[in-house]
């Protein structure tokens, strides 16, 4: 239906089409744009795999970029649980709730972002897999969010900041570790 394209009007659709209070209105996922890329770029992008990935398989999306951290430009996808038909909202199709379905979503986007990257003739690559499976030594960081981001910016200290921190360290030691060998076998 047409209203599907003003927000209000869809998730006001979403939300009389369950009839139990603790009904599931939407998943979301937080996807991080390359900053490599321009503005409209990172916008192309994430619209595109949003088309491929969601919408051409039947679900409806709503896109809402973040840009207030110029080095954290991310992207909000909400989706409908619900399929649609020309009248409205129809059965929930929880086939999309599937791990293993989000395991391929990750590594969908790693595929659209990296040609994109590569078209653009950036060098950089991103992975969808964690850094164990990837065999690094290094640890992986954790998302402050919003409110520790916050707090970093205004020079307190938070929980995951100290987190972030620690694991700062540890990679960068285990980085010249790394190097050390390679070094040393190189002798």
Same mark, same amino acid.
């Given at each position: 239906?047409?209203?599907?394209? %003003? +927000?209000?009007? !869809?998730?006001?659709?979403? @939300?009389?089409?369950?009839?139990?209070? $603790?009904?599931? =209105?939407?998943? /979301?996922?937080?996807?991080?744009?390359?900053?490599?890329?321009?503005?409209?770029?990172?916008?192309?992008?994430?619209?595109?795999?949003?088309?491929?990935?969601?919408?051409?398989?039947?679900?409806?999306?709503?896109?809402?970029?973040?840009?207030?951290?110029?080095?954290?430009?991310?992207?909000?996808?909400?989706?409908?649980?619900?399929?649609?038909?020309?009248?409205?909202?129809?059965?929930?199709?929880?086939?999309?709730? %599937? +791990?293993?379905? !989000?395991?391929?979503?990750? @590594?969908?986007?790693?595929?659209?972002? $990296?040609?994109? =990257?590569?078209? /653009?003739?950036?060098?950089?690559?991103?992975?969808?897999?964690?850094?164990?499976?990837?065999?690094?030594?290094?640890?992986?960081?954790?998302?402050?969010?919003?409110?520790?981001?916050?707090?970093?910016?205004?020079?307190?200290?938070?929980?995951?900041?100290?987190?972030?921190?620690?694991?700062?360290?540890?990679?960068?030691?285990?980085?010249?570790?790394?190097?050390?060998?390679?070094?040393?076998?190189?002798?």
């Amino acid at each position: 239906p047409e209203w599907v394209q %003003d +927000r209000n009007r !869809l998730w006001n659709e979403v @939300e009389k089409s369950e009839t139990r209070k $603790n009904s599931q =209105l939407a998943r /979301e996922i937080n996807v991080a744009l390359p900053r490599e890329l321009s503005n409209e770029q990172q916008t192309e992008l994430i619209k595109n795999y949003v088309q491929t990935e969601f919408v051409n398989k039947g679900m409806v999306a709503d896109i809402a970029i973040h840009r207030d951290d110029k080095e954290n430009p991310h992207a909000h996808v909400m989706m409908t649980t619900r399929e649609i038909s020309e009248e409205g909202f129809t059965v929930k199709n929880r086939d999309w709730n %599937d +791990r293993e379905l !989000l395991n391929q979503w990750r @590594e969908q986007w790693a595929d659209h972002a $990296n040609k994109a =990257l590569e078209k /653009e003739g950036i060098q950089e690559r991103i992975s969808h897999l964690s850094h164990e499976a990837r065999g690094l030594e290094q640890m992986p960081t954790v998302h402050l969010g919003h409110v520790a981001s916050a707090m970093e910016k205004e020079g307190k200290m938070s929980d995951r900041g100290n987190i972030n921190r620690d694991r700062q360290e540890y990679n960068r030691l285990v980085v010249d570790l790394q190097k050390y060998r390679e070094e040393k076998q190189v002798l």
